[in-house]
């Protein structure tokens, strides 16, 4: 078992343990990011299908929290996670577009691109984790961000379709 220094300025990426450590801290922090922007995204959403969507995907982003707590565990690491500075990126532009005047089916559009880039990071940062545990042969590290990988993919399938079946009609229509 090996332990990563995690403190600002201390962090050391000399070995691809050390790299899938730092990978699960950044996908902790945006994790526990999301759970708590996702609450407001939710009530800014105007159209039902899109709020159930984003419903079902909070109650998933809390089993992608206490799987990534899993993953620590099973590496004999504290979950303590890091700062994603890419997920803090990417709320700040929600806030940006939350503060903005919009007809609610365009805030609508605007809310499923927004958390498609979240959504995005993650599939990258969970796709990266994963093979990393392979190579390091963490199968039951790698079962578990996989599960969560998935479960990433289909909210942005999902998310898709809302768009391209309603929302995306929707804010065109009545925008004119």
């Not at 945006?30 to 009530?43: G, N, S, T, W």
């Not at 996989?146 to 479960?151: A, I, P, S």
């Not at 999902?158 to 804010?171: D, M, P, R, Y």
């Amino acid at each position: 078992m090996r332990v990563v220094s995690v403190a600002k300025g201390d962090m050391k990426l000399n070995s691809l343990h050390e790299l899938l450590v730092s990978e699960l801290h950044d996908l902790l922090s945006a994790e526990r990011q999301l759970i708590k922007i996702l609450p407001k995204v939710i009530k800014s959403a105007s159209h039902e299908e899109l709020r159930e969507a984003l419903q079902e995907h909070m109650q998933e982003t809390t089993t992608h929290e206490q799987r990534l707590e899993q993953c620590f565990q099973k590496l004999g690491i504290p979950a303590k996670p890091g700062r994603s500075h890419g997920m803090v990126g990417l709320v700040s532009a929600w806030m940006e577009l939350e503060a903005a005047e919009a007809l609610p089916d365009v805030r609508d559009a605007a809310i499923i691109a927004s958390i498609q880039r979240m959504e995005h990071y993650e599939i990258a940062g969970y796709g990266c984790a994963r093979a990393f545990a392979l190579v390091l042969e963490e199968d039951e590290v790698a079962a578990l961000l996989q599960e969560t990988l998935k479960e990433e993919e289909e909210c942005d399938r999902n998310l898709t379709h809302i768009a391209q079946t309603v929302i995306n009609t929707e804010a065109e229509l009545h925008s004119r």
